[in-house]
């Protein structure tokens, strides 16, 4: 039986490279004509992500979209033909997308324990840029009939701050995804902007306060789980930026699990929290890549990415298509345990 198509909102996650995952996962929805997309709020890559979308979507609807987020990917891929940043031989000849063992992923490493971004890159450049400003009308993204939301990280308060539609700039995108210990700050309104990945990996509270639709989907990219402790150097801090990026995220999914609970139904404000239905796309192969990969951004890494997130969008929808504009998919209550 036809239905109307089920209006959603887009949860992304950031993640650098590990972003092209989070591609291919739209590129999925996008074919998908039982979805209608009303508002994205995204972090870091699932901010350019969403922002691309929306702008290629504005201009030439679904096909526009689509040919707008490879257009983004193969331009990042490009800029980095000549990046230092490569895996080792010996990762090339064994299918590793690791960079653990590039020496001057190495090097660099070690350097920004010592030096900052102001002193390895006092210019402050930045090659995303020039694609941002080249793949992205921002002048279209004010009056696009999609809904965005950036979140940034307030370098002063610490707090974060969710950039609408209007707001949007090239700025706006990178300040989103500053990480502290490879760029400076970006400057926005007199105040310096972190990776809104500290504050809201995305920010999931305007979708419910400030759309229609009352079903939102999580593409998570930043693993939640790992099996076993972290022992090297490099699997702590792999693991300690997991769970600093993924906090947020779970306090956010657990505030709204209690407000479901708490809330009156019979006015419209309680009412959006307690339909509010959440579904989540993810991928076992995110937990196995390390947080050096996120700086690989070779076309077949990324196109690699791109392949799993379709397949696993395509798997949510074969499991839970039926259960949009229904239920959430996603036990919210497994937020709800002690403090």
């Known amino acids: 039986?036809?239905?109307?198509?089920?209006?959603?909102?887009?949860?992304?996650?950031?993640?650098?490279?590990?972003?092209?995952?989070?591609?291919?996962?739209?590129?999925?929805?996008?074919?998908?004509?039982?979805?209608?997309?009303?508002?994205?709020?995204?972090?870091?890559?699932?901010?350019?992500?969403?922002?691309?979308?929306?702008?290629?979507?504005?201009?030439?609807?679904?096909?526009?979209?689509?040919?707008?987020?490879?257009?983004?990917?193969?331009?990042?891929?490009?800029?980095?033909?000549?990046?230092?940043?490569?895996?080792?031989?010996?990762?090339?000849?064994?299918?590793?997308?690791?960079?653990?063992?590039?020496?001057?992923?190495?090097?660099?490493?070690?350097?920004?324990?010592?030096?900052?971004?102001?002193?390895?890159?006092?210019?402050?450049?930045?090659?995303?840029?020039?694609?941002?400003?080249?793949?992205?009308?921002?002048?279209?993204?004010?009056?696009?009939?999609?809904?965005?939301?950036?979140?940034?990280?307030?370098?002063?308060?610490?707090r974060g701050r969710v950039f609408r539609n209007g707001e949007l700039t090239p700025d706006v995108l990178l300040a989103s995804a500053c990480l502290p210990a490879m760029f400076q700050a970006v400057e926005i309104d007199g105040e310096a902007y972190w990776d809104g990945g500290f504050s809201g990996n995305p920010t999931i509270t305007p979708l419910v306060q400030e759309c229609d639709s009352t079903d939102t989907i999580l593409v998570q990219v930043n693993p939640v789980e790992r099996p076993g402790t972290p022992r090297s150097a490099r699997e702590i801090v792999n693991r300690v930026n997991e769970v600093s990026f993924n906090a947020t995220l779970q306090k956010e999914l657990r505030m709204i699990a209690l407000l479901r609970k708490v809330t009156d139904p019979g006015n419209a404000e309680g009412a959006r929290w307690a339909n509010m239905r959440m579904h989540r796309i993810a991928s076992d192969l995110m937990s196995e890549l390390g947080y050096s990969s996120k700086l690989n951004a070779e076309w077949e890494f990324l196109t690699m990415l791109r392949d799993e997130g379709r397949r696993a969008a395509e798997s949510f929808l074969d499991a839970h298509g039926a259960d949009l504009g229904v239920r959430s998919t996603l036990d919210l209550d497994h937020f709800i345990g002690p403090v």
């Open 1 to 158: 039986m036809n239905r109307d198509p089920v209006l959603v909102d887009l949860a992304l996650q950031g993640g650098g490279a590990h972003g092209a995952f989070t591609w291919g996962v739209l590129d999925r929805l996008l074919d998908e004509p039982r979805l209608k997309i009303e508002g994205i709020s995204g972090t870091s890559a699932g901010a350019m992500n969403a922002a691309v979308l929306v702008d290629g979507f504005t201009e030439r609807g679904v096909e526009g979209a689509k040919a707008r987020l490879e257009e983004f990917w193969r331009a990042v891929s490009d800029a980095a033909t000549f990046s230092p940043f490569r895996r080792s031989p010996l990762d090339v000849l064994a299918g590793r997308w690791t960079l653990d063992n590039s020496p001057m992923f190495i090097t660099l490493d070690l350097m920004a324990r010592v030096f900052s971004p102001y002193d390895l890159n006092p210019r402050g450049s930045n090659p995303l840029s020039d694609i941002l400003s080249t793949c992205i009308d921002f002048e279209r993204l004010a009056n696009a009939p999609i809904r965005l939301f950036v979140t940034a990280t307030n370098v002063r308060t610490g």
